[in-house]
Structure formats: C-alpha cells, structure tokens
C-alpha cells in the first residue's frame, strides 16, 4: 500500500521567515497530493492541493512542488506570520480511489517565533 | 450550508465494551471516510463509504467496522475495546469518490479505560 514519509516533525522559523515541509510517496500511481492544515484543537482543512499534471502550483504565500519522477512533494510558505503556526499534513492518492484511500504523512509541527 | 456532524463529542469506555460513532456528511456529499488520529502516528485511515459500500480499507483490525446508510450517514463501530484505541475518531466527506477535497467534522474523543 501507499506509504508517505513527513519531514520535519517540528519545524520552527522565526515570523516573517519561509518554511519548507518536504514529503515523499512511495506508490507511483498517487497522483493526487493535497496539503491540510491542523490549529490547535480543530479540525483539519485543506490549505492546497496539486495533480501529478502539474509541477507547482501557488496560492497567495503558500506554493506547493512536485517531483514525479523523485516521488516526493513540498510545501513553502513564505513570509511566515503568527497564524501559520499549526501542524501541516500532506496527503497522496490514486484519483478515482485507490485500495489505500488518502494516505497521510505522520505532520509537521510548524512553530512561528515572533 | 451546514457541516459535518459527529456524535458524541466525547466518550469514555472501559476495555471490552464496544463503541458505536456517528457521522452526518454535507449535504450532497455521498463519500464517507474515517480517521484515527493519535499525538504520535497523525492521520490513520480506516475506511471509505460511497454510496453505501465500503471502496477502501486502512490497516486496522477487524474489530473496526462501518457503514453507510441511503442518505449518506454513516457510522463506525469498535468491540472489545482496548487501552490503545482512545484516539480521536475524526470522520470526513467529500461530494464524489476518489480525489477532491475532504471536508472534516470536529471529531469523537474515545478514552478507553
């Protein structure tokens, strides 16, 4: 099955710095790679997501890269600020449902330094 | 629109009872997935309904069930409870099968005693 493998566990940046969250996928059929974003205490939401058709996608700070060929993707968040401070989790899976279901890596623990 | 619902919010169960868990999707959404969540292993998939029929199911014993009934509800069941499964059971929709965005309820915290 599916396995992805999330790094850093705990990322800490000072506010105003970028953040790098990198993962990796092991099934070469995952072509869907969406990111979530966890605050304390609540629910996780999407933040972005990418398809294996595309290399890089961006959403205002945040931008997200994908190495097919590597199998492994990244989140960057730049001019970090206080409420970025959460625990991030990328995600694969095969579109049109694979045997696995969306697959999570184990998260990031992003901690904003004011 | 409204969310998505879990109950109970919280409950506590003694090792050997059985819990049963609900979860109401978005309107329109007919694809149901469980999580466990746990402080050191993240996002654990259990399983995924769509249109009643279990399509996909994570490495769990077992003693994890579920369902899904004709207006998309659904829910999980655990027997014969054990220490290791107080987690947070958190259920997600989305509107079709396979890719797109989850959408999260706010969870079930199961404490096994």
């Known amino acids: 099955g599916e396995n992805v493998e999330q790094h850093p566990s705990t990322l800490s940046v000072q506010e105003g710095d970028s953040a790098v969250i990198k993962c990796t996928y092991s099934d070469s059929a995952s072509n869907y790679f969406p990111w979530y974003k966890q605050e304390l205490g609540k629910r996780p939401q999407l933040i972005i997501d990418?398809?294996?058709?595309?290399g890089e996608k961006k959403d205002q700070r945040i931008a997200v890269t994908l190495n097919k060929t590597a199998k492994h993707f990244s989140l960057h968040i730049t001019e970090t600020q206080p409420e970025d401070s959460a625990v991030y989790f990328c995600?694969?899976?095969?579109?049109?449902?694979?045997?696995?279901?969306?697959?999570f890596g184990k998260g990031t623990h992003l901690i904003i330094q004011p | 629109k409204a969310g998505v619902t879990q109950t109970p919010r919280y409950l506590i169960k003694t090792r050997g009872q059985q819990v049963t868990l609900s979860c109401s999707p978005i309107s329109g959404h007919r694809s149901v997935s469980w999580y466990q969540q746990t402080p050191g292993q993240g996002l654990q998939f259990l399983f995924e309904?769509?249109?009643?029929?279990?399509?996909n199911k994570g490495n769990f014993p077992g003693r994890f069930s579920g369902r899904q009934f004709s207006n998309s509800r659904s829910e999980m069941n655990v027997s014969t409870l054990e220490l290791g499964d107080s987690a947070l059971y958190l259920c997600a929709c989305r509107a079709g099968y396979g890719a797109g965005e989850l959408f999260f309820g706010e969870g079930s915290r199961l404490t096994v005693l």
């Open positions: 995600a694969a899976e095969t579109s049109g449902g694979g045997a696995d279901g969306l697959t």
């Open positions: 990418i398809r294996s058709n595309v």
């Open positions: 309904y769509f249109s009643e029929t279990q399509r």
